[in-house]
């Protein structure tokens, strides 16, 4: 057994470490370590079995990002340090283990099922990409984290993140703030992904050189996108007519993902839908590809995968 000492103020020690100190017994068992916590700063013991490097990188990740105003919880970094152990059934095979990009904590994202798998390839081939298939499944996500690779390796010059403003039941008119404030809540889920994957200070950097650009929809109509990433999130959100503005903007050199959920469609009685819409119309056109998610692919709580099974056996 070995005795190790990290060095930690009590009042980061207090706010990194989660209600009942959950995210120290997490890191206890992902790397095979002991934590103590009554002494100043940590007390770690570990054995044969432990990973020291790793527990004090994620630590000092932890530190840093608690001294920037962000506090993971135990939930947020499980899903960092989460990689591979989903269950893959008979697919494993099929699944490549090559990381596809390294987040803010060093940790590798990798696809975690088939259908992930089959985006990644499907990117790789394609130039306009459709993903469509239930909550859960990982699909904005990964294409951010695909978004972002592309970034960092300068193979786009930019990425561009858009969603469409529709309310589920809520007008716009009616939300507190200017317009800027209005549309905020409808981009935090692409915002969330983007801090998980970069630490605070370049993405910042990214978003004030205009490098990442997260916007409504609607701001896309007259450009030209070049050399861009582009990402349309909650596509089924869109009419026909705004899947064809998108997907003429696509410039030279770019790449478009657009991922969406045919179960949660919030526009009006009678509006049809642009992602099933664009889905069947371009089907067979080379260099489109389509990806379909279904709930074995679900990614969250368990429970969400047994929800969209009792609502399919609804229909």
């Known amino acids: 057994m070995n005795e190790l000492r990290y060095s930690l103020s009590d009042d980061l020690k207090r706010t990194i470490s989660g209600e009942n100190e959950t995210v120290f017994r997490l890191l206890e068992s992902r790397f095979c370590v002991e934590i103590q916590t009554r002494l100043p700063g940590?007390?770690?013991?570990?054995?044969?079995?432990?990973?020291?490097?790793?527990?004090f990188a994620v630590l000092d990740q932890l530190?840093?990002?608690?001294?920037?105003?962000?506090?993971?919880?135990?939930?947020?970094?499980?899903?960092?340090?989460?990689?591979?152990?989903?269950?893959?059934?008979?697919?494993?095979?099929?699944?490549?283990?090559?990381?596809i990009f390294r987040n803010r904590m060093g940790v590798s994202v990798f696809a975690k099922t088939k259908a992930q798998a089959e985006l990644v390839r499907a990117v790789e081939h394609n130039d306009i990409i459709f993903a469509k298939g239930p909550a859960g499944t990982g699909k904005t996500f990964l294409a951010v984290t695909l978004a972002v690779s592309s970034l960092e390796r300068h193979e786009a010059e930019r990425i561009c993140l858009v969603r469409p403003?529709?309310?589920?039941?809520?007008?716009?008119?009616?939300l507190p703030g200017d317009l800027k404030e209005k549309i905020a809540p409808y981009l935090r889920p692409i915002h969330d992904s983007l801090s998980e994957l970069l630490p605070v200070e370049k993405l910042r950097k990214y978003e004030e050189t205009g490098a990442i650009e997260v916007a409504p929809l609607a701001y896309m109509r007259g450009r030209t996108l070049k050399?861009?990433?582009?990402?349309?999130?909650?596509?089924?959100?869109?009419?026909?007519?705004?899947?064809?503005?998108?997907?003429?903007?696509?410039?030279?050199?770019?790449?478009?993902?657009i991922t969406g959920d045919a179960t949660q469609v919030d526009l009006g009685k009678?509006?049809?839908?642009?992602?099933?819409?664009?889905?069947?119309?371009?089907?067979?056109?080379?260099?489109?590809?389509?990806?379909?998610?279904?709930a074995t692919d679900v990614l969250r709580h368990p429970l969400v995968k047994d929800i969209l099974n009792a609502y399919e056996k609804e229909k």
């Open 42 to 55: 940590l007390r770690i013991i570990a054995n044969e079995n432990s990973d020291t490097t790793g527990v």
């Open 63 to 99: 530190k840093m990002a608690a001294r920037h105003g962000k506090v993971l919880t135990a939930t947020e970094l499980e899903r960092m340090l989460d990689p591979t152990d989903v269950s893959l059934d008979d697919h494993s095979g099929a699944i490549p283990t090559t990381p």
């Open 165 to 174: 403003a529709v309310e589920a039941g809520e007008s716009l008119g009616y």
């Open 227 to 257: 050399r861009a990433f582009i990402i349309l999130d909650e596509a089924q959100n869109t009419t026909p007519e705004q899947m064809k503005m998108f997907l003429t903007r696509l410039g030279p050199h770019s790449k478009a993902i």
């Open 270 to 294: 009678g509006q049809k839908s642009g992602l099933m819409h664009a889905m069947k119309l371009l089907k067979g056109i080379h260099g489109i590809a389509q990806v379909e998610f279904t």
